[in-house]
């Protein structure tokens, strides 16, 4: 316990109760939902665990300071005073990250470059030189958050963002963000226990993310490093062992996952995808237009999934949504269909009233992640549920 430090999880827009079950199911202590953000406490090795094995998670930081400021004079000031020391030398690298919230500071690159200036005197008035900064791969990426006059300083143990899991190396026209991805199949309650089908895979990022959870196999196992790796304290042998512990937590999985696109541009790119993440042998694509589709199993579907929206693919979307209303309706009984949609207006050619209605963010649009049930039987067609939005 005594080795316990304060850390935050930055995450995407209405996955903080996501993140923080995720975070509690690690076992971190002291578990606290802020806005677009979780704090939480653990010790070295569980900022380790963090980083590999969170889905909803975007960025791992350590905060070391926090301070009121009000001018960029009291900033470089306070940060000049810090001991620098346990995180730079004059021989590594270093980059800020910056944002601000506040009417006495309006640009997070100024502030960026007077907390640069800051630790850079400090290091040459005492040591007659001064570390280099390095904006692509430095050695230590500082973040620093100013929220009206209160100025944060962490470290940033992840490095570039969480959602590049490094599995993906093609992409289509409007790829979605892994974190993204994950966040909308916790939302859907998508556990591995029945088949799941996306029905407009794209380049394969929902199918490889419902693998990995039906799997439970860490987020972050293919990607290439976190920024914690270059620090002066990191402990290799420790990483390895909760590398090795997470992958001994993985299970079977013993039903389905399919994804279907009508592009063969986009099945090639799926499959490369999902190569690259070692999970062939759990997911199959085919080119299949979802239009002309039949439920392929008799058993219970879990469906999730990203049609276009309009933004950057042009498509008629009252027809196409009429489409997938009627798709659904007449060839998809016994089958709980998620999908994620900014074009809000849209939603109403479907023709069925959603069970649920979760609002969410890709990128900077405003969406929903709407839920159909689909009833077997007598209830064929029905969708009686009553609307939770």
């Known amino acids: 316990m005594g080795n316990n430090f304060k850390m935050v999880a930055k995450t995407l827009y209405g996955f903080e109760e996501l993140l923080a079950k995720e975070l509690r199911n690690l076992g971190a202590m002291n ?3 802020g806005i677009r953000n979780v704090s939480f406490e653990g010790d070295t090795g569980f900022m380790y665990k963090a980083n590999l094995c969170l889905r909803t998670a975007i960025k791992i930081i350590k905060p070391i300071n926090s301070f009121l400021v009000n001018d960029e004079h009291e900033l470089y000031k306070k940060i ?25 500071f309006t640009h997070a690159l100024y502030v960026s470059q007077k907390t640069k200036d800051a630790i850079v005197d400090k290091f040459r008035d005492q040591e007659g030189k001064r570390p280099d900064v390095d904006i692509k791969t430095p050695d230590m990426r500082i973040n ?16 570039a ?8 190396t093609a992409t289509n026209i ?7 991805a994950a966040g909308l ?19 394969g990022t929902m ?38 512990s997470s992958l001994q937590k993985t299970r079977e999985f013993h039903h389905k996952i399919i994804g279907y696109d009508k592009a063969p541009s986009a099945i090639e790119k799926a499959k490369d995808n999902v190569a690259n993440a070692n999970l062939s042998d759990y997911i199959e694509i085919e080119q299949q237009n979802f239009f002309d589709s039949e439920k392929f199993t008799k058993n219970h579907l879990h469906m999730v999934f990203n049609p276009p929206y309009g933004e950057r693919l042009n498509i008629e979307m009252e027809e196409f949504y009429a489409s997938i209303g009627n798709t659904l309706k007449r060839q998809y009984p016994g089958t709980d269909a998620w999908f994620i949609t900014s074009n809000l207006e849209a939603l109403k050619f479907v023709g069925l009233r959603p069970s649920r209605k979760i609002k969410v963010f890709n990128s900077h ?25």
């Open 31 to 33: 578990v606290q939902t």
């Open 161 to 168: 963002s969480l959602h590049h899991r490094g599995y993906r």
């Open 207 to 244: 199918l490889t993310e419902a693998a990995m959870i039906a799997c439970n196999i860490p987020a972050n196992i293919n990607r290439k490093g976190f920024a914690f790796e270059k620090w002066s304290d990191f402990d290799e042998d420790l990483y390895e062992k909760i590398v090795s």
């Open 365 to 389: 649009l405003e969406s929903k992640l709407v839920k159909y049930v689909m009833y077997e039987g007598s209830k064929k067609g029905k969708y009686i549920e009553k609307d939770k939005a």
């Open 174 to 180: 409007a790829p979605i963000n892994e974190v993204l």
């Open 80 to 104: 000049y005073a810090m001991d620098w020391s346990p995180y730079l030398s004059v021989d590594t690298t270093f980059a800020i990250d910056a944002t601000v919230n506040s009417d006495n």
């Open 185 to 203: 199949l916790l939302h859907s309650g998508w556990n591995g226990q029945c088949d799941f089908l996306d029905p407009m895979c794209g380049s």
């Open 144 to 159: 620093i958050h100013i929220q009206k006059d209160q100025c944060n300083v962490a470290l940033d143990s992840s490095g």
